[in-house]
């Protein structure tokens, strides 16, 4: 059952012949409970409480409803994240969104792992949110809005964060780094070394302050060239600073090497990282000391 390209459930239907007439049945009836539960969702607890195995912590409760789909995309473009533990999230936060041909990438880790940390998150999703939905979007407005509202209301706070824009028509992709890990990318499943390196920028709640109410902070915007076909890696320092029971952290060869691989066996990139994550977790022994947030968008405009 999917929502989109998002995966929401799996339905089991049994019957006494599977012909290619009973399986299309068995396909549309999938399509059309996925719709009904999509619908009536927002109306109900029901679906909420089917979908978990433990309580949510009250942070994570909060961060989960602000988040979209986890997996959607076009014809052009598709972008994938997961984000752990789903249960006992802290600051970390993503978003993706087609707006006017373009895709509008976000993620976030918001400093320290409680109630106020997920209220920061918050925050600066909703701050990006409504400059992209009511003013021309452009990535120095959102930032620079971001900025200045987590200033205001928590001075004390700050968050680093990677805010993109793709031009779905010619591939071109500006971003801004605000003190956050530097993506990846790849090119023919493999990593192109510095691709995506630049100078460091503030992170967010910092700048306002130091450049002061009259002197606003000058962002620069990077680009890039995408090619058909490549891949651009974003996360956060949860998944490459895990941390084995002797000390020995993930690291980001490794967690390089497994979404390669994965690629390579030709895995949907949703259950890739649905893999990697497991895989993380598996590493520090079940129980993540940080948020863990990976988020992977592919520019694939010839695609058939």
């Excluded at 049994?14 to 299309?24: E, F, I, K, N, V």
């Excluded at 620069?220 to 320092?237: A, E, H, M, S």
Aim: glycine share 8%.
């Amino acid at each position: 059952m999917n929502d989109g390209m998002d995966r929401i459930g799996v339905l089991e239907v049994r019957t006494d012949t599977l012909d290619q007439g009973t399986l299309q049945v068995c396909r549309t009836l999938a399509s059309l409970l996925a719709l009904a539960v999509i619908g009536k969702g927002g109306h109900s607890d029901a679906y909420s409480r089917l979908q978990r195995s433990a309580p949510l912590k009250l942070e994570a409760e909060m961060a989960w409803a602000y988040m979209p789909p986890r997996t959607m995309g076009t014809e052009q473009v598709t972008s994938s994240a997961v984000l752990e533990p789903a249960y006992d999230l802290g600051g970390d936060a993503f978003d993706h969104s087609l707006i006017e041909g373009e895709l509008h990438i976000t993620v976030l880790d918001s400093m320290g792992h409680d109630l106020l940390s997920g209220l920061t998150s918050t925050v600066a999703m909703s701050s990006c949110r409504n400059v992209r939905r009511s003013s021309s979007g452009s990535l120095r407005e959102i930032v620079a809005t971001v900025d200045t509202n987590l200033a205001t209301w928590f001075p004390d706070r700050f968050i680093t964060g990677v805010f993109a824009h793709l031009d779905l028509a010619n591939g071109t992709l500006n971003w801004i780094n605000c003190g956050h890990p530097t993506p990846l990318l790849l090119r023919d499943q493999n990593p192109v070394p510095g691709a995506l390196d630049r100078d460091p920028q503030l992170p967010l709640g910092i700048a306002h302050h130091l450049a002061g109410d009259h002197t606003p902070h000058a962002w620069r915007i990077d680009t890039v060239q995408l090619q058909p076909g490549d891949r651009v890696l974003l996360y956060t320092d949860g998944v490459t600073e895990a941390e084995a029971p002797d000390g020995t952290r993930f690291g980001q060869e490794r967690f390089t090497d497994f979404i390669i691989r994965a690629i390579a066996a030709g895995e949907p990139t949703p259950e890739a990282l649905r893999r990697l994550v497991n895989n993380i977790l598996a590493y520090q022994d079940g129980r993540l000391s940080d948020d863990a947030t990976i988020l992977v968008f592919e520019w694939h405009p010839t695609r058939t």
